[in-house]
């Protein structure tokens, strides 16, 4: 009886990117999985022990795919030795790896994702954990009178965290309020008591409160003890659990210091309240903003120094490999260094990009031959950019002098705060850079007239 042979050629393990298995090779999965009880691609549990995609498993059985997630899918089903499972006369002689049908390009997703503008849905499969700051958020709310404050440059997932901060207080129990403060209208600005009679009356709404503001708002008493009174007597005595005042975007006060100065410093009180007066202990205040600017603010007298102080950071290379994975996606590293090399770690860039490979747009040479360009995917959004660098000459002056230098370089601290609140910059110790390769070219051309 004739015994069958696997002849392996000479290969570096080392140098080997992707393999496929052989014909006796999927013979010998196939049965291992039966005996797991799992079907071919649809078993949920095969994919998630071997920390792949569901489309990696299907393009197991047909094509090539990258080695580790071979190994990964061959020992979720028990079979360690997987050299015996591998195609090997599919190699080169000189021990160099099928190329993928797709050449130098990506394979494109079997999976398409949401469209990236706006916060990921706390429901989402394609939101990115940026450990540990949703841990130390997640524990921090749990805490008698928490203050979280939220800061990051625009478009990096502020509010997609704010999200999941509420969603995880909503299943303790928590009452919950999120109020975006970008939607007052100008004239609730003018002046403190307006701004204290908005807000409460936005909190009694979203609490479908029957005592209004206006039924026990005292003129003798002042704007920030009525408010008070308000918040302890209508919102916190009457309730068992916890109470989370979510505010998002709090930077649209910041130059209103007619109304804003007295607000935040209300704030600031009702977390020292929670020290030592017990009702007040419910309270659980979570910030986000943008800026660092807080042009006239007293920050002793506001709630941004104290607290949790949370800074959202870019994705790592990992990261951006988990969100392709989800994806659909296997890409080899080099093709991950592409894009990033181009736009960095951005959560905003990295989705828009993802996406629009998702829908088979452009290739990923393509994208980024155009990245910076207004045939680009990124135009609506460096236009936008640029729109508002016009309108601020002193800003725009600033920028210029950032994308042309040869390396990091010092601005003043206020130009440098608001180029970093808009996601244009990035800090290097006392110093700012662009923060990536995409911004530095196109506003490299844009501004060149600027003076």
Not at 29 to 56: E, I, P
Not at 259 to 269: D, E, I, T, V, Y
Request: aromatic share 8%; glycine share 6%.
């Amino acid at each position: 009886m004739a015994v069958a042979v696997v002849i392996k050629p000479m290969v570096n393990l080392a140098s080997l990117r992707s393999v496929k298995a052989s014909e006796e090779g999927l013979k010998r999965v196939d049965r291992a999985r039966k005996r797991m009880g799992w079907s071919k691609t649809r078993s949920k549990t095969w994919w998630l022990q071997a920390n792949v995609s569901q489309a990696t498993l299907r393009r197991f059985w047909k094509q090539p795919i990258s080695l580790d997630g071979f190994i990964s899918i061959c020992k979720a089903v028990g079979i360690e030795d997987w050299q015996e499972i591998v195609d090997w006369s599919a190699l080169e002689e000189d021990g160099a790896e099928l190329e993928s049908k797709a050449g130098e390009e990506p394979l494109l997703p079997a999976i398409v994702g949401e469209f990236p503008e706006g916060p990921v849905p706390v429901n989402s499969d394609f939101y990115i954990d940026r450990a540990p700051i949703e841990a130390r958020c997640y524990d921090a709310i749990l805490r008698p009178g928490a203050l979280i404050r939220i800061k990051s440059p625009r478009h990096m997932g502020k509010t997609s965290l704010l999200y999941r901060v509420c969603d995880l207080a909503e299943k303790q129990g928590y009452r919950v309020v999120r109020l975006n403060l970008s939607k007052i209208d100008a004239t609730v600005l003018s002046n403190l008591d307006r701004l204290l009679r908005w807000f409460c009356a936005c909190i009694s709404l979203e609490l479908k409160l029957t005592t209004q503001p206006k039924d026990m708002w005292n003129l003798d008493r002042g704007s920030i003890v009525n408010c008070t009174t308000f918040i302890q007597e209508q919102v916190l005595e009457p309730i068992q659990q916890p109470f989370v005042l979510a505010l998002d975007e709090v930077d649209w006060l910041f130059d209103a210091l007619a109304a804003s100065q007295g607000f935040f410093s209300m704030l600031r009180s009702w977390h020292e309240e929670a020290k030592t007066i017990e009702v007040w202990e419910k309270l659980r205040l979570v910030v986000v903003h943008s800026t660092e600017d807080y042009g006239r603010l007293d920050l002793n007298h506001s709630p941004f120094n104290v607290g949790l102080p949370v800074e959202l950071p870019e994705f790592t290379a990992q990261q951006v490999e988990d969100l392709l994975k989800r994806y659909g996606l296997d890409w080899h590293q080099n093709w991950v260094q592409r894009l990033m090399a181009t736009v960095g770690g951005h959560p905003y860039l990295v989705r828009l990009a993802i996406d629009e490979l998702a829908w088979q747009k452009v290739t990923l040479t393509q994208l980024l031959q155009q990245a910076a360009t207004d045939a680009g995917i990124y135009t609506d959004h460096l236009r936008r950019h640029l729109k508002k660098l016009q309108e601020r000459p002193e800003l725009a002056k600033a920028f210029r002098q950032v994308v042309m230098a040869p390396e990091p370089l010092q601005l003043d601290t206020m130009q440098a705060y608001k180029l970093y609140s808009m996601g244009l910059v990035k800090k290097i110790g006392d110093q700012v850079g662009p923060r990536c390769r995409l911004y530095q070219e196109y506003f490299q051309t844009r501004l060149a007239g600027e003076c």
